[in-house]
Structure formats: structure tokens, C-alpha cells
């Protein structure tokens, strides 16, 4: 992989679209709380999800260019989460469809005190299938910004993609995000710590969530994380607080920070991804730190509150209402 530029800005949106690699799903939900699925129970859904699909469908409601890289069956749950991208303004054009795998699926059923059980078909459905396609190479052909998850690095083939994904990329004059989103037992694995290491050295951007802060880079307060990443290359770094907010650092000693919006969380479930999706595009369509932290933070308040991983993902009007009519919480 070659080094970052120079420049720490994100590319401009008028380069070529965001784009992200990974896996597409659907996630059905359990209506009541309780303990796994080991009874017959009321569920909900589908709904459209998938880390990378969720990022890349708020990025481009809120107005940015943006595409994915992934790999869905020939069936209704693919098609659901085709039509919904295809519907808010994503290029979908790099999705293929498998006649031979199903679409993923997560089940998810909430504890009662809050945490989640699960029961995925991924690797062994067609998001496991995501691949170099002709037509994956010619939407990075033509990309501004990519955008990495970190349990992507997990996959093999996803990590092929990439490689070349950011040799194309870098070459035009594009940007590099990564969002660390990775259990620490991960980094433990020595190629998928390599593979995290080698992009937070080309990262233009880093965007962690609370521990993955100190999770990425071996540190234990923030000051020395942050001095880690800057002296690593990265221009900025968003930290998303959850109920405390976001803060947003540069490598030139800027900073600012939000408070978070008093929501009644419904579904908390990708609610960083829409963060990302809102803070990448705008900041491409050159608004200032402070202006693009509200609008993430209001992209993340916002799908907390719809039940479904991307039901609450806004347009830049409705991101507007919602800033204009929702208190912040204390700071």
C-alpha cells in the first residue's frame, strides 16, 4: 500500500464517490425482550443492514456521492436492500447478485438489560461472497474516499479489495477513512492486527467509538491516543461519545465538540455507522468541523430512535428539523 498524501483534508465530493467494501444484510428483530430463540416468539422485519450498507445509505441521503462493494443473493432480502441504496441515492452498481447463496441475515433478540443475542448467516451466505468484480473495479475506478470497517479486516477477500482499493484510490488524489469497530480479541490475531496497523498509517481520517479510542492504539488516555494517530499521519480524529456527545481533533491542534441530542433510544443499532456515513459526506462537501459534528451527531440521535439498523437515517432537511426541534442533553 502507498503512504498517505500529504494533505490532511478529505478529497473533495466533486473527486468521485465515497465508497466502502463489505457485507450487506437483513436483521429481523425480536418484538419482546427476553432471552435468545429458543421458543417460538412475535418478530419483526426484515430490515435493510449491514454495517457498510448502513454507512454508506446514510452517506448518501445526507447529499454525498457514495457507493458500495458487496455481494447479496438472488431473493427478496437482497432486492429489499438493493431498492432501499438504490432509492436514497447510493450506486449500487457494484452489488452483485448470487444465484447459489442467500442473503445474510442477523437475528436479534434485546436482554432485558439492554444487551443482545444473536443469530447471524454470513460467512456461509453471500456476504461472504464479496469479490474484485469488473464492476467493483470500475466504481473504485472512479471513487474519491474510501471508507474501511474495521471487521472487514477480518476477511481475506475483503482485505484483497481494499489493497487495491486504496492503490486506485490514493493514485486519483483520494482520502482514506477507517472506522476501528473491532472487538480488541481481534487486533489479537496477528493478520488482522497487521492489516489495522497498515491502515491507521495511511488514514486521513480515524473515527472511534469510547475504548476503541485506546483499543487502536494501545494507549490509556485520550491526549496519548490522539498523539498516537496524528503521529501516525491521520489529519483528524472524531471520537463518538454516545449520551456524552462527539469531539472532533485535527492534527493542527483544532478542536471542537457537540453535546448529545435527549432521545429516547429505540434501537441503537447503527447509530455510529450513520454518524460516519453524515460526518464523511459532508466534511467532502467542504463544511467546517463544527457545522459537519452536528449534522453527524444528529444523523446518530436520529436512527436511535426508528426501530431497524438504517430506519432513521436522514436527509439533510430532515437532519435540520430534527436539530431545530430536539434538546441537548447537559454538557
Sequence with gaps: MSARSSSQALA?????PTVTVGE???EIMARTRGEGFLEPIDLTGPYPSGAPAIFIDQCARIGGSAGIVACVGNDDFGRINVERLRRDGADVSAIAVSPDYPTGSAFVRYRGDGSRDFVYNIAKSASGLVSLTREAKTLI?????LHVMGTALSIAEIWTILEYAVEVIRGRGGSISVDPNMRKELLGEGAVGERFARMLDISDLVLPSGEELFTATGTTTEQDALASLFSRGA????????????SFFSAAGERADVAA????????TGAGDCFGGAYIACRRLGMPPQTVLDYANAAGARNVTRLGPMEGAGTRAELDRFM?????RPA
Design 12 to 16: 473533495p465530493d466533486s473527486l468521485g
Design 24 to 26: 450487506i444484510l437483513v
Design 141 to 145: 475506478g472512479r471513487a474519491g474516499h
Design 235 to 246: 489529519g483528524e480524529v472524531v471520537v463518538k461519545r454516545g449520551a456524552q456527545g462527539a
Design 261 to 268: 441530542f435527549a432521545v429516547e433510544e429505540v434501537d441503537p
Design 324 to 328: 431545530a426541534d430536539t434538546p441537548r
